[in-house]
């Protein structure tokens, strides 16, 4: 665990640490170095969010789902590689009740769209405009991804890129599909 005192005193900002996540205690960050999910300890946060047609859609409506929740933004680089494979996994199990919600973080509308049109999403794409969602999420990077099971409970997370063709991640995902 690094302390957030520890970080302040560096000089770092939560932003030089891109692959760093909130602990259960606001006073200590756990930075995510393995590949794998980890497992989610806390109460699953509440997302309502407006699609890029302007409906608002929460999280409760994918009950009875599996559900990847991918926090991104255009300009991340690790977002751009991870929505093709996640929308191929998305794709894959459709019918054993995989959905991918990804949302958005802060970009126009225009920028959405044109990302959208190169990297097309097999899912909701939500519109985070002020970061209220990723801050709720406790996510304080990009890409942030997060499986939430059946029942509307976040289980497992991952703040950084995930190699989604790995056996490891893949299987997680699978095997919440499959219980």
């Known amino acids: 665990?690094?302390?957030?005192?520890l970080l302040l005193q560096s000089g770092l900002s939560l932003a030089a640490l891109p692959w760093c996540a909130r602990a259960a205690s606001d006073d200590a960050l756990k930075v995510a170095t393995g590949p794998d999910?980890?497992?989610?300890?806390?109460?699953?946060?509440?997302?309502?969010?407006?699609?890029?047609?302007?409906?608002?859609?929460?999280?409760?409506?994918?009950?009875?789902?599996?559900?990847?929740?991918?926090?991104?933004?255009?300009?991340?680089?690790?977002?751009?590689?991870?929505?093709?494979?996640?929308?191929?996994?998305?794709?894959?199990?459709?019918?054993?009740g995989l959905r991918l919600v990804a949302v958005n973080v802060g970009d126009s509308a225009a920028k959405i769209s044109a990302f959208l049109a190169k990297?097309?999403?097999?899912?909701?794409?939500?519109?985070?405009?002020?970061?209220?969602?990723?801050?709720?999420?406790d996510a304080v990077g990009l890409p942030a991804n997060y499986l939430v099971d059946r029942g509307g409970s976040v289980r497992y997370w991952h703040l950084g890129q995930l190699d989604w063709k790995s056996d490891r991640v893949s299987g997680v995902v699978t095997g919440m599909l499959r219980a």
Request: aromatic share 8%; with cysteine.
């Open 37 to 96: 999910w980890a497992a989610w300890t806390a109460a699953t946060p509440p997302l309502a969010l407006h699609d890029l047609a302007g409906r608002e859609r929460k999280l409760s409506a994918w009950r009875g789902n599996v559900v990847i929740v991918s926090f991104w933004a255009t300009t991340c680089d690790p977002c751009r590689d991870e929505i093709p494979l996640m929308s191929a996994m998305a794709k894959r199990h459709r019918e054993e």
């Open 1 to 5: 665990m690094i302390s957030r005192r």
């Open 119 to 137: 990297w097309p999403v097999a899912g909701a794409v939500l519109h985070d405009r002020n970061s209220s969602a990723l801050k709720a999420w």
